[in-house]
């Protein structure tokens, strides 16, 4: 598939990092490119001299004036996953004449969707359902979403390419120093402080004698809503009790929270592994869906703390503790600071599953899609 003009579609301005694993795989194969990106999503890894086209797309107002026919010139279009009404409705209305491959992100939505009875959610069934159709191959975010979807929804024609990937540099992804037992352990918590997580138990565990002066926890991500503001408050009055914990109140940049990461000797999330999509569709965590912080431990070579009812991917199982319950999560803290868990022996673990990634594992995926759909068109 050398030399190719590939057409990207992301809508998703939070998509930026699957965007740059599929863009730099692209480069390798020395494609050139058109580029419709959402409001707010840049490139920093593609060739200025081979992007063709560069066109700012909104999925809440979109109009297809234009985008099909550009879209067709191309010789195979990547889509990221679809979300808006409106442009569900125009890619179910317009046909792509080309090779396609389709970025998901929610297996069940797609592959085995549940039928909505609201109206919005069922028109939105309707049309992901008739673009499916349009589509020969796909790609999932995860390898548990891989096994799933061929074992269990029996797609046949889907590859893997996960949303972040071959993204570790040892020189500014690791902390100069390991973590070494009796020292305070910075617990990090990545994502949107939002009632989709339970922080209120998880400040109650680092509020307790037992471990004051042995955590810091640093939530990393902005309040959501009156349930993140109130975390918040919650957070700076513990702060004013002497325990440590720090948080932002607005947008984190970039370079600020690979900072924070860098520095983590321990990422940590609790979700509930059932999540109810927008469209009223039911997705699990592990297995029909991914969340961002196993990829985020895999390329940036971390140590996580993960719910035991999360399916975790086997590539990061030896750099993975888990937890039943926050009394459990207390006394894995406890072992973590006294040495009875070797940090050190996990966190080595970490560093060899993230120098192990290669982006020939995208490349071979890209091309397996091109190629597929034309042996078979």
């Not at 599929?22 to 840049?42: H, I, R, S, T, W």
């Not at 209120?200 to 991500?221: F, I, M, N, P």
């Not at 985020?296 to 503790?321: C, D, E, H």
């Amino acid at each position: 598939m050398q030399n190719k003009i590939v057409s990207l579609y992301f809508s998703n301005r939070n998509h930026g990092s699957l965007l740059e694993i599929v863009l730099k795989a692209l480069d390798k194969m020395n494609a050139q490119v058109l580029l419709f990106l959402a409001d707010g999503l840049e490139q920093y890894v593609f060739p200025k001299e081979r992007i063709i086209l560069e066109q700012t797309i909104w999925n809440t107002r979109f109009t297809p004036q234009g985008v099909f026919e550009k879209l067709n010139e191309s010789d195979f279009v990547i889509l990221d996953q679809l979300y808006s009404l409106r442009e569900l409705y125009s890619f179910s209305s317009h046909k792509i004449g080309k090779p396609t491959l389709l970025l998901v992100h929610n297996c069940n939505t797609w592959f085995r969707p549940r039928i909505p009875t609201s109206l919005v959610p069922f028109a939105k069934h309707v049309m992901t359902q008739k673009v499916r159709k349009q589509i020969s191959y796909f790609a999932v975010a995860g390898e548990n979403m891989l096994e799933y979807s061929k074992k269990e929804l029996r797609v046949k024609n889907v590859g893997l390419i996960p949303f972040r990937y071959d993204d570790f540099n040892p020189k500014t992804d690791l902390s100069e120093e390991l973590y070494s037992h009796g020292n305070r352990i910075r617990l990090v918590v990545p994502g949107m402080i939002s009632d989709r997580r339970n922080y209120l138990e998880l400040l109650e565990v680092v509020a307790t004698e037992a471990l004051k002066e042995k955590v810091e926890l640093v939530l990393l991500g902005k309040p959501d809503g009156t349930y993140g503001q109130k975390i918040l408050i919650e957070a700076e009055a513990l702060q004013s009790q002497g325990y440590m914990i720090r948080y932002w109140k607005g947008f984190i940049p970039q370079e600020e929270f690979e900072k924070e990461i860098r520095e983590a000797h321990l990422l940590f999330s609790y979700f509930h592994p059932e999540y109810i999509t927008n469209n009223g569709q039911l997705e699990t965590y592990g297995v029909s869906k991914e969340t961002g912080i196993v990829l985020l431990m895999y390329n940036k070579a971390k140590v996580g703390i993960l719910p035991a009812s999360f399916r975790q991917m086997k590539t990061i199982q030896n750099q993975t503790l888990t937890f039943e319950d926050f009394m459990d999560l207390k006394s894995l803290l406890l072992k973590v600071y006294t040495g009875e868990i070797d940090l050190q022996v996990l966190t080595q673990n970490a560093i060899q599953n993230a120098r192990a990634m290669k982006l020939q594992l995208i490349i071979d995926q890209i091309s397996m899609a091109f190629s597929h759909q034309i042996k078979n068109s």
